[in-house]
DNA sequence: ATCGCTAAGGCAAAGGTTTTCGCAATGTGA
DNA sequence: TCACATTGCGAAAACCTTTGCCTTAGCGAT
């Protein structure tokens, strides 16, 4: 294929097809004005010689590239994953293709990757973090688009998706209440995350409607952790011993509560239900029992946040901070009584 | 700073310095031939106007784009990561910009991937997956070079890095042998995997050197889960009941044997010891006791991926398979007996 | 005063592609 | 046979930067 030294260009492939490299070009892109003959000769002599566009020269005409940035503003962990995996869905194998920089908190870097980004004419910039808290808009006045994925500008006039947290937590509650439960308690993270108060909020406004409120008469705010959860399952278990569910604000406190839960001789689904929240493959199945748990999408949300883009590209811009449900994945440890094989007439 | 429409160009600088494009190029990049006082002036103008220079029409012009391609093979988890954050850190924050290209073991999607990446002129592509088996090489004859990192290609000519998992195997058992442990089974993921032998091999191996042999006279075979784990614990229990340390193939089977051991009434690390496999910290330092677990290093791994690139599109390839040192991270569950404080006599 | 040398900076080409414009050839109708 | 529309293709400009070569000016030495 490749027969003399450095790549074949356009140039080459029109002398071959026997035209001028305009037309070549018109043949290769399926621009009008080009009989159809000259058009397969053009295309089987780019075939023949393996001939592969200059992406960079067409960038430099066109002014479009092609090529999206995504800022990773937090050490690049489970959330950032699948959020990437969407936004490629979204820009399809190929078409697109995005440079990853991970920012891992530091303004500088972050700086220096956006100056990279924009060297290279990237068509636009993804911002993507862990943390749902507001953040500074990453720029001012950047000549490309910008979308906020799990991160959000604290600029108005930005797009930013994120999860909704509190529509989660009313989902996690809703669910339990329609298995019977009625004294529910709440274990989740620090209270400085947003993402806590969210979903506790979402949980006790569930509750509210249906005339009542969380177990022991409050939300435990601890860590992230699964030792938090076993120790925020003592203090429940002490605060409200007739309970009979736990919603946890993340699997690994739910998997926390389920390991002391059932230390403690009760249990789970029988006793007390459990839900979680992440949908985090590796904690909610290896829990015992697997783990009904909440699902923020971040795949979709990923996806939406790379079609956004690509409109805001083509002049169809949005802004504002925008919410994107959860949704609700049901396990083994929130089976209503009286259902499942293994426990028929077992209370 | 951005006055008209358009990015300004170096051409708009010259003009305000004074200058010709041309001076103001050298000016721009620390060429010889030009006075400080013409230096410092077009670099004020570059300030002013945020003169961002166009990398398309400089990569068209020297024939490098400074960027490479990512290719993961496998859908991007747990292993990518820290693989590709070793990549970022040879590259350099903005420097070098990487394009992340999920092919999720698609070799069509690959393709397509592959395709836009040497049309956009990478400089260079790193191949990465999850499964340290063979794989087919990506392309033949890319004008580019290729380094394959945690994946290795069935070319010998390729450059492949990949973890020792023998000599990982090796670590963990004479770490044992040195606590006094004599008695150590192991309990592993699917034979079929290249990484389960070797791990298990390394194991024997230095078991051998100590005139010992595998508790309960095999390895056992099985999945990568906390399932298989409790299972696992069990086989091996009955096998070898004077069992007083157990190897696992990687943290969640390692996990799962630590709850079984304290569900049966034993003692980790008092009566038996663990170590796992992976250094994966949220199942590692949940467990309980926190894991003694053998690490990949798969940042540096990463990182030598990248500097093997770089050196190779300066002229200066490299071949072969090359394996890369694992690590122990001694943590709780294999504890010398008699060391610490809250067992002093315990015994 | 002339020569030669060096330093500083301008000029123009090159890199590969797309696109506009114009030209030629062909076909159509009168 | 001529005027005209249509179709197909070529020529050249444009995108922006870098670089090799050339010009010019300045300076010291003869």
């Known amino acids: 294929m490749v027969t003399g030294q450095g790549p074949v260009t356009i140039t080459d492939v029109a002398r071959l097809a026997g035209v001028s490299p305009g037309t070549a070009s018109k043949a290769l892109n399926g621009r009008a004005g080009i009989s159809a003959g000259t058009a397969i000769r053009v295309q089987e002599a780019a075939e023949q010689l393996g001939y592969q566009p200059n992406a960079l020269a ?58 990279a980004l924009l060297e290279r004419r990237v068509d636009g910039i993804i911002v993507t973090g862990r943390r749902q808290d507001q953040r500074e808009p990453i720029g001012r006045d950047l000549r490309v688009p910008v979308v906020y994925a799990m991160a959000y500008s604290s600029d108005p006039a930005d797009l930013s998706l994120v999860p909704d ?108 239900a459990l839900v979680g929240f992440d949908n985090w493959a590796v904690i909610a199945t290896a829990c015992r029992p697997p783990l009904t748990t909440v699902d923020m999408n971040l795949r979709q949300l990923g996806r939406a946040a790379g079609e956004r883009l690509l409109a805001a590209v083509d002049g169809h811009p949005s802004s504002g901070l925008q919410l994107l449900p959860c949704s609700l994945v049901v396990r083994e440890s929130s089976r209503p009584r009286g259902s499942g094989m293994l426990d028929e007439g077992g209370q």
């Open 58 to 115: 067409r960038g430099l005409l066109t002014g479009r590239s092609f090529t999206v940035g995504l800022i990773t503003t937090d050490s690049f962990g489970r959330f950032s994953i699948p959020v990437v995996q969407g936004v490629e869905d979204a820009l399809g194998p190929g078409r697109i293709l995005v440079f990853l920089c991970e920012s891992r908190d530091d303004r500088l870097r972050e700086q220096h990757y956006l100056q």
């Open 165 to 272: 947290d509190e529509d989660g937590g009313a989902l996690a509650v809703r669910h339990l209440l329609s298995t019977g439960r009625t004294t529910i308690g709440h274990v989740t993270g620090p209270r400085r995350f947003r993402a806590a108060v969210l979903r506790a909020a979402g949980a006790e406004q569930a509750l509210a409607a249906a005339g009542l409120g969380l177990a022991g008469g409050q939300a435990w705010y601890g860590e992230w952790t699964e030792e938090w959860g076993r120790r925020g399952a003592d203090l429940l278990l002490r605060a409200a011993p007739g309970l009979d569910a736990v919603f946890c604000g993340n699997d690994q406190i739910a998997r926390g509560v389920a390991d002391r839960l059932r230390e403690t001789g009760l249990r789970v689904p029988e006793d007390v």
